[in-house]
């Protein structure tokens, strides 16, 4: 089945940090998500980008579907942005299971 | 777009009981689904909750261990049975209104056994 793998596992960064998050799949995608899970646990939809670019305020994401990668850039960090960054995919295998990455576990720091 | 409410949002029970875990979402969507993400891990699906009919069970989960329900098209639960510590996790549920559509998530129920 699919593979996602994602990088890096863990990043810190001072608070007003750019960084890029890379999430890999070994096959073609018809769906592909980008999460923020939270201290709390709450699973937060960021974004649904099976192909294309999208920006929501400080978060934009990339995916390039004949390459098989997706980014996720996250611009002048905030404390608030720390948790774990997931990515999901289904493909035509198999439209409705996600298939999760092991997530890139994100401390921002003061 | 559709709200999906989860509740308990926490619990803490003793070994040997069961919790049953309800996820409402505000308007009739395809499929609901049922994670579980143990500590530290990435989010592994339980099953695929059918309306009207016995839930689609992944391998290594069982409907005597998690029975599921699912009455009509807004509305599931999923029963934890026989509590082990080992079933301490988060558990989530999903819904998306079809295939290939993006899937919005419940904020999870975060159950600890004692």
């Known amino acids: 089945g699919i593979q996602v793998e994602q990088s890096p596992p863990d990043l810190i960064l001072q608070e007003g940090a750019n960084s890029t998050l890379r999430c890999n799949f070994s096959?073609?995608?018809?769906?592909l998500q980008w999460f923020h899970q939270n201290p709390w646990g709450q699973l937060i939809n960021l974004f649904y980008?099976?192909?294309?670019?999208k920006q929501n305020g400080r978060l934009s994401a990339t995916t390039v579907a004949t390459e098989r990668y997706s980014l996720l850039y996250i611009s002048s960090s905030q404390t608030t942005d720390s948790g774990v960054y997931f990515c999901a995919v289904t493909n035509a295998g198999n439209n409705r299971k996600l298939i999760w990455g092991l997530g890139t576990s994100l401390a921002v720091n003061p | 777009s559709a709200v999906i409410s989860q509740k308990p949002s926490r619990d803490i029970c003793q070994r040997g009981t069961s919790l049953t875990i309800q996820c409402q979402v505000d308007?009739?969507?395809?499929?609901m689904f049922w994670y579980r993400q143990q500590p530290g891990q990435s989010l592994t699906l339980i099953a695929t909750?059918?309306?009207?009919?016995?839930?689609?069970?992944e391998s290594g989960f069982v409907i005597d261990k998690f029975p599921i329900s699912r009455p009509n098209l807004t509305f599931s639960t999923l029963t934890v049975s026989n509590m082990s510590p080992e079933d301490s996790s988060i558990y989530l549920c999903?819904?998306?209104?079809?295939?290939?559509?993006?899937?919005?998530f419940g904020d999870g129920t975060r159950l600890s056994i004692l």
């Open positions: 980008i099976p192909s294309g670019t």
């Open positions: 999903s819904f998306t209104t079809g295939a290939g559509q993006p899937q919005h």
């Open positions: 096959d073609s995608v018809n769906n």
């Open positions: 909750a059918n309306q009207g009919s016995e839930a689609t069970y």
């Open positions: 308007s009739q969507v395809t499929m």
